[in-house]
Structure formats: C-alpha cells, structure tokens
C-alpha cells in the first residue's frame, strides 16, 4: 500500500503537517510487536504479509468457505473496527459487515433447510427490524413463519415490506419476492412445514476447558448476550425437540444473544472422572463466553445452575451483567443453622434411568405434566440423552453438597429471583432471595419448577422487563476471591513461588516470612497451599497456611479487605505442616474431593470480620 493511500485513509483531507512521519514511526512501532518479515518497507510504500490465518478475516473467509457458517460467525465480537473513526474503517466497516450479514443468512438458509423453522422466527425478527431493507432477510422471515404454520403472519411480513420499499425507494419487491407471496397465498406443497416431530438440528460447537471439551450453541443477536445454566442433568440439544423448550430458547434469544452450552459431564459434553465442583463449571462457562467473544453476559440459572450463576457473579462481576436465578436454592441439603424444608433428592439406580426417573422427576418439578404419557416418555428419553446413571448420581452427590449462603451478599450486580407459588422450591428461593442485597423479587402462579412448563410467558415477561433495564456497568470495586496465606522461609521462597502458577494464583504483595496469593477458586487455593507445605517439608523447612474466601476491595491490581487478614489470622494458628482452612471455604468446595477435617472453632480479631471461625484442615 502506497503512503498516499495511507495518507487519504486515515487522514482524508484533514492531514496533519507532520503525517509522513507518523505513519514511519507507527510502521517501526508495528515492527517491533510483529513477527519478522511480516511488514515490509516497498516501493511506493509498505507491504503487510499477513499470511495463512493469522487475521480473524482470513479465518472467517475460510470457515465460510468451508461451510462451517457457524465457527466463522463464532469469529464476530461486535462491531468491525468500532473503535476506529478514520475514514479508512468506516469503508471498511461497512464492507466487513455486509461480509457478516451475508453469512448469517447463509447459516439460516442451511438452518431452514435442516427444518429449524420455528426455531428460527424469532431470531429473523430481530434481524428484519435491524436491517429492513435487506430482501433475503425478508424471504426468510416469510418461510420460517409459514412453515411454522402462521400463513398470516407470513402475508403480513411481505405487505410490510412491501410498503417500506414503496415509502422509501418508489419500489416493488423482486419477482422472486412476489413469486413466494403468490406461492404461500396457494399453500403449495413445496413450502410444506416439516413434518411433525421432526427434531430441530442446531450447530454445535466445542470448547476445551482444562483436558475436556464443552459443548455450545449460539442463538440469534443483540446488545446483551445472555447465558442460560440449566439444572441437574439437563442438557441443550434434546430440548430443542420440545416445542416448550424451543419455544423458550427462542424467546430468550429475542431478547439478545443467547449462549447455551452443556456442563461436564451432561449432553454433549465430555464425561469427566468424579464430581465436578461448581468451580471447575464455572471455568466451563467462562471457556465457552471467551470461545463466542463475550466480554460480559446476564446469567440465568434454574434450580442448581441457579446457584451456580451465583458464585459465578459474586466471582467474576467483571464479566456478569446481571444475574436471573430461577426455582433455586442457596443450599441444598438440611443443616441446624438452614431453616428451609426441601424434599430430598431422590437417588435413581441405572434400572429406574429414563421413564421410572421421569415419572418421579414429573411429579416433583413439572406436575402439570403428570398425567400426560407422552410428555413422560419424552422427559424419559430426554434424561437417558442428558447423563448416564453414573454421571446423574455423582450430579446429584455435587448438588447435595451446595452451599453458597456466605458468598450471596457479595453480589453486586443487578439480580431477579423468580419462582412459582407452588413449586417445591419456593422456601429455598425466597431464602436465597434474602440474602441477595440487590434482588428484585418475583413470585407467579402455578407449580411447574421448571420455567419453560406451564406458563411460561409469566416468567419470560418477568425476564424480558428486567433485562431491557440492563446497564453497561461501572468496573467493580470489590470482588470475591480466595486468599492463601501461608508461612514460609524467606530463604525458599524463590523455588516455593512457582506453585502461584501452576495453580492459576495471582502473587500479593507480602512482608517477610509470608508468600501470599489469591485465586479465582478454593479447591484450587487449597491444592496450592498444600503442594507449598508439602514442598517446603521436602526442603527441610517448616512451612503453614491459611485459606480464606470473601469480598475484597479492588485498588487497581492490589486487594485489600478483611479476607487478608482472616487467611493470615487463620495462618497463624496453623502447625507446621498443617492447612486450614475456614467454613466458607469448606461450604464452596463441594464435589471437589477435598478432604477436610474439623479443627473446632478459633478467635479471630479481626475487624469486619466475624471474630469465630469454624476451621478445617486440609488432609
């Protein structure tokens, strides 16, 4: 590219005096960050070898060409060049984005072939009213909503843009446009709906998180992106057979870009060894929103994705635009401080796994359906395709050892709880609603817990009214995070500092004798304190820590707050050799395997703080 193109690109006729130069030192300054060879000084100016894949473009381009229509739309974090005003990126933009728009309708022209039809309405009703000029876009509006039986309505999108183009161009729509109003108007059989039942196929895509693969799918668009976390066993794709299912994926993608993925161990993701605790989940979610380019989502749990969500916001605000929890709970299972009654969950052997465990499942979640043989066949069916026996009760033995009352008034962000009347999870949720210092709270009618059974346009109304409220939010001041202190030679800690990494600990500032650290998990923060002592006892040397959770004040990169001085009071009482850890930690490492011994209560003087602590030891 010559350097009067560069000049007219960034400049146009606004260029500074000293252009030429700039552009010289922004081209030594690229060449100092890009591999060598790739930006080159020719005649009249420079030339970029961007090469293979190395930009999102190419990547793009190639997918594309492939037909894997979904992974390169996968490749799109908002607006191309949106950060730029230059003359060059507004060309551009809209060349990028007509690259886009022309590949989401390629992928709903192979989802309406596939017979997504009802599916697809949803998410093309958003596209039309953000781009009603574009006839394509039209065309498939009009077949999705035939096809899915709404003759109608599908007339309707046709005289609509019929009018626009006449109001706004002085035109008609193309032959081809009217060729398909004539053909709908006569119900020919080329435009038949697919048939009944036929299962809805929507791309998936993977993941990895750590050494397994998580599966997702991304539905529809829009300024907010939202998560959905199922409960139990549940998983993605099955659902998509169910018109009430479908109907809610669908609704919630109207309401922006809806993130669904399946979580170890369920659906199409990888089976894993063990129970996986909440903490490894959320590193799934966190994989599959990095892998879709979400920066920030409203998170949405039913029943123990529920709570879930909400370790997840109290974790990461950073990344939690808001939080909806639905039919859910704080904690599972009865204890003397917890005064909510919850049936037990029942345990189902591998002779009872489908249509004997949906009827139990019926009868307790949706019992609306309870008579309804069909739907108890396919609730069986959808079980059977969720988990296996062995993975629903290691779910189940994870599930009942849930507990995240400490962490829920650290929660920030904006929050709904939502749950029926009559559901046999409503004590659980108005408690966990308690605790939840922002939470705007909703009760509807009926007994179904599961939201998309009974009526299901009560919570999405209560869904759609709370998110349309949703905020870009201010950075967080305060966070929840796991602080390992631990006490420690001087002379060793140079060769005990490299366990911070390989347990994805962050190094805070210390005096002597100490090497502190926080992290974004506490089983993560207990292993690490432990391969410390351990490796410190190898070394001759006599090394002890403290593990503590709670809400740290942000400074920047620093933190600071009570939590610190907890982990270094609980330290201190440590013996050499020895881990402790507090009851908070404890409560949040359920289904992580690890063993923790009861150590009593000790006296902490702490401020902010309560000043007796339940301990445990690390074993």
């Known amino acids: 590219m010559s350097v009067e193109t560069l000049l007219e690109d960034l400049w146009g006729e606004d260029q500074p005096p000293t252009a030429v130069k700039m552009i010289q030192v922004a081209v030594s300054q690229l060449r100092k960050v890009l591999p060598q060879g790739v930006l080159q000084t020719r005649a009249p100016g420079y030339a970029l070898d961007a090469g293979g894949d190395r930009s999102d473009l190419e990547r793009f381009q190639r997918l594309r060409a492939a037909g894997r229509l979904a992974d390169a739309l996968a490749l799109w974090r908002g607006p191309a060049l949106a950060e730029f005003s230059e003359p060059f990126a507004r060309r551009e933009a809209a060349r990028l984005e007509e690259l886009r728009l022309a590949c989401v309708e390629d992928r709903v022209d192979a989802d309406l072939a596939a017979g997504a039809d009802g599916v697809l309405v949803a998410e093309l009703e958003s596209l039309v009213a953000a781009h009603p000029m574009r006839e394509r876009l039209r065309r498939q509006l009009m077949l999705a909503l035939y096809r899915s039986g709404r003759q109608a309505e599908a007339l309707a999108t046709f005289r609509d843009f019929r009018a626009v183009l006449d109001e706004q161009l002085g035109i008609e729509p193309s032959a081809e446009l009217r060729a398909l109003e004539v053909s709908i108007l006569r119900q020919e ?247 939840l210092p922002r939470a705007r709270v ?66 805070l500032p210390a005096g002597e004798g100490v090497l502190r650290a926080h992290f974004d998990g506490p089983a993560r923060a207990i292993r690490c304190a432990r391969a410390i002592v351990e490796r410190a006892g190898a070394l001759g040397a006599e090394a002890a820590a403290g593990v503590h959770t709670g809400e740290c004040e942000l400074a920047g990169d620093a933190l600071d707050g009570a939590p610190l001085e907890v982990a270094a009071g609980i330290a201190a009482i440590a013996t050499p050799g020895e881990v402790l850890v507090s009851s908070t930690v404890r409560d949040l490492t359920a289904g992580s395997g690890t ?3 009861d150590r009593g209560t000790a006296t902490l003087e702490v401020r902010d703080a309560p000043a007796q602590q339940r301990l445990f030891a690390a074993v």
């Open 442 to 507: 909703r009760a509807l009618p009926g007994a179904d817990h599961v939201p998309w059974e009974g009526a299901q346009e009560d919570v999405l109304r209560e869904i759609e009214g709370f998110l349309a409220e949703v905020e870009e939010g201010d950075e967080p001041d305060r966070v929840l995070t796991t602080v390992m202190h631990a006490r420690v030679p001087d002379d060793r800690k140079p060769l005990l500092r490299g366990h911070l990494g390989r347990f994805r600990g962050s190094e």
């Open 595 to 597: 063993e923790l011994a």
């Open 189 to 435: 059989e080329g435009l038949a709906p697919r048939s009944a039942g036929a299962p809805v196929q929507r791309p998936v895509s993977y993941v990895s998180s750590g050494d397994v693969s998580i599966a997702y799918q991304v539905v529809g668009e829009g300024r907010l992106d939202i998560v959905l976390v199922h409960g139990w066993v549940l998983s993605v794709q099955p659902g998509w057979e169910r018109p009430q299912i479908a109907r809610f994926y669908e609704r919630l993608a109207s309401m922006g870009r809806l993130i669904l993925f399946d979580k170890r161990g369920t659906g199409l993701s990888d089976r894993m060894q063990g129970v996986a605790p909440l903490e490894e989940r959320m590193d799934d979610m966190r994989a599959v929103l990095d892998a879709v380019g979400s920066e920030r989502a409203a998170v949405i749990g039913v029943s123990e994705g529920g709570a879930m969500s909400a370790l997840f916001a109290a974790t990461y605000p950073e990344r939690t635009a808001a939080l909806v929890a639905m039919g859910t709970f704080a904690r599972r299972s009865p204890a003397p401080d917890y005064p909510v009654g919850i049936p037990p969950l029942p345990d189902f052997t591998p002779q009872d796994w489908g249509v004997p465990a949906a009827r139990r499942f019926i009868a307790e979640r949706p019992p609306s359906l309870l008579h309804d043989e069909d739907a108890i066949r396919w609730y069986g069916s959808y079980l059977v395709r969720s988990a296996s026996p062995g993975a629903e009760q290691q779910i189940t033995r994870m599930n009942r050892e849930i507990d995240i009352r400490h962490v829920l008034p650290t929660i920030r962000v904006p929050a709904l709880v939502l749950y029926r009347t009559e559901e046999f999870l409503r004590d659980a949720t108005r408690y966990m609603a308690g605790l």
